[in-house]
């Protein structure tokens, strides 16, 4: 007689047998998108903040979303679901009145994405407490935001317009470094 342990390794071979799939090699893959993530709008436009020299925060709450545990630390040390993407602090030349910026920013490219009620109400009550905010949809359309309010910004690197469809696009390869402005000083950050 075949010993206990025997018996189950028989009986885990028969299970897989039977129950084995089938997998086609025909499966079509995902290629990469054409057009950029949000994180991907984000970290272009970040470059060109930093390149300006603004004084500027991201408060990274998306992160609280992965698992549960840490979505509650996240709410223990005063997160608050909603909170806008960016805030830059540096008081705009064309609204000396308003204490800065808020910019919730979204994704501009296959389908805008959707503004959570939770991030209208923020923008809303940081409005009526003078700062200027508004939702943008990709990084182009928030350094223009940006530009409106006198700030001194570049485009974002990284992205390149198409001729044909005027559609902003991922430029392929490294970002590059715009030869008319300083490159950011990483000594200045503190985490």
């Given at each position: 007689m075949a010993s206990h342990s025997d018996r189950v390794l028989n009986a885990t071979q028969r299970f897989f047998q039977k129950n084995q799939r089938v997998v086609s090699s025909k499966r079509k893959k995902r290629g990469k998108s054409e057009h950029l993530t949000e994180e991907q709008e984000q970290s272009a436009l970040v470059i060109a903040m930093r390149k300006a020299k603004l004084t500027f925060q991201?408060?990274?709450m998306g992160i609280a979303a992965r698992s549960a545990v840490s979505g509650a630390r996240m709410r223990k040390m005063g997160s608050h679901k909603g909170y806008p993407d960016l805030i830059v602090h540096d008081r705009p030349p064309r609204f000396p009145n308003a204490p800065g910026v808020v910019i919730e920013l979204k994704r501009a490219k296959p389908?805008?994405?959707?503004v959570s009620d939770e991030q209208k109400v923020w923008l809303a009550k940081l409005s009526s407490?003078?700062?200027l905010c508004k939702i943008c949809y990709g990084a182009t359309e928030a350094a223009q935001f940006l530009r409106e309010c006198g700030y001194t910004?570049?485009?974002?690197?990284?992205?390149?317009k198409d001729s044909n469809s005027?559609?902003?696009q991922r430029q392929s390869g490294l970002f590059k470094p715009d030869d008319s402005t300083e490159s950011h000083d990483d000594s200045r950050d503190t985490d």
């Open positions: 991201h408060c990274p389908a805008r994405s959707r407490f003078g700062w910004i570049g485009e974002p690197h990284g992205l390149r005027g559609n902003v």
